[in-house]
C-alpha cells in the first residue's frame, strides 16, 4: 500500500496505490487560480498546495478505506518542476514516511509520464517508442523494457503544450489554451492557413516550437482583423494545431521505424488532445504499430501514475530515497 504525492506544477494531487491498482487518485487543480495571470506563477502555485494538501491527504485515504498507518510506503515526484512546489510535497512524503517508520521513495516526473499508458496493464508491456508531451516538456524516448529508457530527443526551446498556450494567448484565449484550441479546431478548416513545422524534415529527435509561435505572432500582426471573426479564429487553431500534431506525429512514427520498434506510446496533458490522440491512431495503424495512450484521467498531472511507478521500483529492488535527500528540480529522464 503506498501513498504518493505530486506537486511538481500546478496540481496537488494524492494517491494511493496496491498491486498495480489504484485505490484513490485525487487532483486538486489551480488551473482557475492561475488563468488571471495568463501562465502558472510558482509562488502562488506552492502557498496553494501547502494549503490543500492536508485535505487532499485526508481524501485521498479515505476514499481508498485505509489510515496512515496500512501505508507499506510513502512516494512523492522529486523533479522536474517548479522548486517550491515540489517542496512542499516532497517535503510532507518524507515527514510523512519519518513518523511511520516507512520507506520513501522520490520519483521522476517524466518517467511517471513515460509508464503511465500501461497504468492498469503492466502485463501488456512491450517495448516501445514514447512520446512525452506536456506544458513544460515535449520528449521522444526509447523504452526497451520495463524501468529501462533511454532520451532519444528533446524540445530545443518551447514545449509542444507552451506552444498551444502562447499561441493561444495571442488569439486571446484563456489559459490554458490547449483545451480551447482542441475545442475550436474541431469546427475549424486546417487548411485555410498554412504554419510552419519546424524541424519535421530534420532527421534527429529533437523539437523546436518557438518558431511556430513566432510565426502565429507575425501572422496577426499582418492580419488584425482576423480576430474578430469568429470562423477566422477556428480555422486558425486548427492551422495552429494541424502543425504540431503534424509534427509531434511525423517525428514519433519516424523514430519508431529506425529504431525496428512495434509499439508508440503517448503521455502527459497535449495527449489529451483529440487530433493528436486520431492522427497517432491513423499513423499507427498504416505502419502496422501498437498504439497505447494514457487514458485521459493519467495525461494531466496525478499522483496515481507516481504511486504506480513507486510500486514498480520498489519490487523490482530499485533503492529507497534518503529522508535527507532533495528535490531536484531540474532532474533529467
Ligand atoms: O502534463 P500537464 O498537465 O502539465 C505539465 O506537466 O505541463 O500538461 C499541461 C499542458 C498545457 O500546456 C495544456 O494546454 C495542454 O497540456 N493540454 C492540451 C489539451 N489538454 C491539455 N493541449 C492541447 N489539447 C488539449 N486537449
Ligand atoms: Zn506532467
Not at 485505509?66 to 512523492?76: E, F, Q
Not at 509531434?248 to 495527449?271: N, P, Q
Request: glycine letters at 8%; a negative charge.
Amino acid at each position: 500500500m503506498i501513498l504518493a504525492i505530486e506537486t511538481s506544477c500546478d496540481e496537488t494531487s494524492v494517491a494511493v496505490v496496491r498491486d498495480g491498482a489504484i485505490l484513490s487518485n485525487v487532483v486538486s487543480s489551480q488551473i482557475a487560480l492561475h488563468a488571471e495571470y495568463g501562465g502558472v506563477v510558482p509562488e502562488l502555485a506552492a502557498r496553494e498546495h501547502l494549503k490543500n494538501f492536508p485535505s487532499v491527504a485526508r481524501t485521498a485515504l479515505v476514499e481508498a478505506g485505509i489510515s496512515a498507518a496500512n501505508l507499506d510506503a510513502v512516494a512523492a515526484t522529486q523533479g522536474p518542476g517548479l522548486p517550491t512546489a515540489l517542496l512542499v510535497g516532497f517535503k510532507a512524503a518524507q515527514a510523512m514516511a519519518f513518523a511511520l517508520r516507512k520507506p520513501f521513495i522520490g520519483i521522476n516526473h517524466h518517467e511517471a509520464h513515460l509508464y503511465s499508458p500501461w497504468i492498469g496493464d503492466f502485463a501488456a508491456f512491450e517495448p516501445n517508442v514514447s512520446l512525452i508531451v506536456s506544458g513544460g516538456h515535449t520528449i521522444l524516448a526509447r523504452v526497451d523494457s520495463e524501468l529501462n529508457h533511454h532520451v532519444l530527443g528533446s524540445t530545443l526551446d518551447d514545449a509542444a503544450g507552451e506552444c498551444f498556450d502562447k499561441t493561444g494567448k495571442l488569439i486571446g484565449l484563456p489559459y490554458p489554451a490547449g483545451p480551447e484550441i482542441d475545442k475550436l479546431a474541431e469546427q475549424g478548416d486546417p487548411k485555410a492557413f498554412d504554419f510552419p513545422r519546424p524541424l519535421i524534415n530534420d532527421p534527429g529527435d529533437d523539437f523546436s516550437f518557438s518558431g511556430l509561435k513566432t510565426s502565429v505572432r507575425y501572422f496577426l500582426r499582418d492580419n488584425p482583423d482576423l480576430l474578430s471573426d469568429p470562423k477566422k479564429v477556428r480555422d486558425l487553431c486548427a492551422g495552429i494545431q494541424t502543425a504540431i500534431v503534424d509534427v509531434l506525429v511525423t517525428k514519433t512514427i519516424r523514430a519508431a521505424r529506425r529504431t525496428g520498434m512495434r509499439c508508440v506510446t503517448a503521455s502527459g496533458g497535449v495527449t489529451c488532445n483529440r487530433a493528436l490522440r486520431r492522427e497517432l491512431e491513423k499513423a499507427c495503424k498504416r505502419n502496422g504499430f501498437a498504439l497505447r495512450l494514457a487514458d485521459q484521467k493519467y495525461c494531466t498531472d496525478n499522483a496515481a501514475m507516481i504511486g504506480i511507478l513507486a510500486e514498480r521500483k520498489l519490487s523490482a529492488g530499485a533503492a529507497i530515497t534518503r529522508l535527507d535527500a532533495e528535490i531536484e528540480p531540474g532532474m533529467a529522464l
